[in-house]
């Protein structure tokens, strides 16, 4: 079956170390997208990419990076620089041209916990 | 972007029918009315989308006032697997950086 896929499910950091996120899409879909979640809130989103090899900031992308090397993947990196990095992280995807028939969808997430 | 407000909180009782509203009052004529749920700790799960005329499908039924200044989910049989938060998302198609997601309802079926 096509879907997204996040891991590690959980995952736990030491403060002032960079950490990776998987996300792999078998949807062939054109976009992708991070979202992080704090307990009780909406989603926010960090970064968006429409094709490969580009990306574009959303509204909180400060101390993360992404990367779009391949159509299918899109991992996002948090950095030392992220002061407050421990939230619930959420890839999604989805087709690019459409009336509104954009199939976007969600993986399951990555809770991540500083420690 | 429109924004839509949505009640905290809501309750249900298991078999009735749980009727989740949205008002977007500032929306424009060419944003969609998406809706989507939220299991805890899952991601969210698209159940429904419209324009301006009623959609229904095997999930839910969205209706959406002729002003298309609010609308209502509608499940029509609620079961305590539909507990979980409801999104009510309006945005422009192609406009893939305005998808905002508040902070929705949470809706608890009860027994």
């Known amino acids: 079956d096509g879907g997204i896929t996040q891991s590690p499910k959980y995952l736990f950091r030491k403060e002032g170390q960079n950490v990776t996120l998987s996300c792999e899409q078998n949807l062939n879909h054109d976009a992708m997208y991070w979202y992080r979640q704090d307990p009780g809130q909406g989603l926010r989103l960090i970064y968006y990419?429409?094709?490969?090899?580009?990306?574009q900031k959303g509204d909180i992308a400060e101390g993360y990076s992404v990367s779009r090397e391949k159509k299918e993947s899109f991992p996002l990196t948090v950095t030392s620089a992220q002061k407050n990095p421990t939230a619930f992280y959420l890839c999604?995807?989805?087709?690019?041209?459409?009336?509104?028939?954009?199939?976007?969808?969600f993986g399951s997430g990555t809770r991540l916990t500083v420690v | 972007d429109a924004k839509t407000t949505q009640p905290p909180s809501m309750d249900c009782a298991e078999g009735r029918a749980a009727n989740l509203p949205c008002n977007h009052s500032?929306?424009?004529?060419?944003?969609?009315v998406y809706w989507y749920r939220q299991i805890h700790s899952q991601g969210p799960q698209y159940i429904i989308h419209g324009l301006k005329n009623n959609e229904t499908n095997e999930m839910a039924s969205l209706i959406i006032t002729e002003d298309r200044k609010s609308s209502t989910l509608i499940l029509p049989h609620a079961t305590l697997r539909d507990t979980a938060v409801y999104y009510c998302?309006?945005?422009?198609?192609?406009?893939?950086?305005?998808?905002?997601f508040g902070s929705g309802t949470k809706l608890n079926v009860k027994p």
């Open positions: 990419s429409q094709i490969v090899n580009d990306f």
């Open positions: 500032t929306i424009s004529g060419n944003e969609y």
């Open positions: 999604a995807s989805s087709i690019w041209d459409s009336f509104g028939e954009d199939g976007y969808t």
């Open positions: 998302i309006v945005r422009v198609a192609y406009d893939f950086n305005k998808f905002y």
